[in-house]
């Protein structure tokens, strides 16, 4: 009888761990609709799912808002996000534009029971500002800084970028230039356009340059080292508590690759070609040892 007890522990207790895996509810990453969301939450989803959680997808999701609110509600345990827009939204009156100042600024304003993980500084999808190279030289402007001096004369042209993050009031947001008007385009191609054809003297962009049809052949992308434009770094959105030490940092470890020309590459091939951002993200974790 001994003999048959000692052989029943092991197998009741390999049923206990099968039931108690089949129990465990998913870590849920939640999307909103934009292209850039639905990479970023495919990546960190298959990002977690290597550290042997069960993970799925929620798309869909609206606004900010409704991240934060899903967050709250234990409904989603990560979302992604940039630290800029974020820190704008949580913070109207916040001053950061370095990385590190918003990092700084953007965890303490964080909702109770939310926090984020690192910031991707190697992605960084902040507003572009870009000249005609005619005007570049004449003017003799590389810089936004070397800009901000001449923007009470300049006329500048703004557009969002399809399949990105919603950047709150991009024109605005460029330290130590006001701009003589703004002018909005419906989309960068047309903002492009505007700027060829001189009906504006620049032209904001939000989001990188990678975004622009056509690309930036005879037009100039003003570098900013002196951050006057706030980054917008893709980050991880956390309720606190949902993920273990190692989970956060493989979500760290993510931050750590990501990178501003491979991110828009992504982007754009779900936006533009309908690609599937699970098979993307699959093929990015592998290429980067994730």
């Known amino acids: 009888m001994r003999v048959v007890a000692r052989m029943l522990v092991p197998v009741l207790a390999g049923l206990a761990v099968s039931c108690g895996a089949e129990e465990a509810e998913p870590l849920v990453v939640g999307a ?14 298959q990002a ?30 990560v979302a992604p996000d940039h630290n800029g ?67 009470s004369s300049l006329v500048a042209g703004v ?13 605005g947001k460029i330290s130590g230039c006001a701009f003589a008007s703004t002018e909005v385009f419906p989309g960068p191609g047309e903002l492009r356009r505007a700027l060829l054809e001189g009906r504006v003297q620049a032209a904001v ?25 706030r980054p917008e770094n893709p980050l991880a959105l956390v309720r606190k508590g949902a993920l273990d030490d190692r989970q956060l940092e493989k979500l760290n470890y993510v931050a750590g690759e990501l990178t501003t020309d491979e991110l828009a590459t992504l982007v754009l091939r779900v936006r533009d070609e309908s690609a599937d951002p699970g098979e993307l993200a699959r093929t990015w974790l592998d290429a980067h040892g994730l």
């Open 32 to 45: 909103q609709g934009a292209a850039e969301s639905r990479v970023l939450a495919d990546i960190y989803a």
């Open 48 to 77: 977690l799912a290597r550290t042997g959680a069960a993970v799925r997808v929620e798309p869909g999701l609206g606004s900010r808002a409704e991240v934060l609110a899903a967050l709250d509600a234990g409904t989603v345990a």
């Open 85 to 151: 827009a974020l820190l704008a939204d949580l913070n109207v009156g916040a001053e950061a534009t370095t990385t590190k100042a918003v990092t700084r600024e953007l965890n303490g304003s964080l909702p109770q029971g939310t926090v984020t993980s690192d910031a991707a500084d190697g992605a960084d999808f902040e507003p572009r500002v870009l000249v005609t190279a005619a005007v570049a030289e004449q003017r003799g402007i590389d810089s936004v800084e070397q800009l901000g001096a001449q923007c």
């Open 159 to 171: 557009a969002a970028v399809p399949g990105l993050f919603e950047l709150p009031q991009v024109a």
């Open 205 to 229: 962009l939000a989001g990188p340059a990678e975004f622009l049809p056509g690309g930036t052949e005879g037009l100039t992308v003003l570098a900013d080292p002196e951050d006057a434009i």
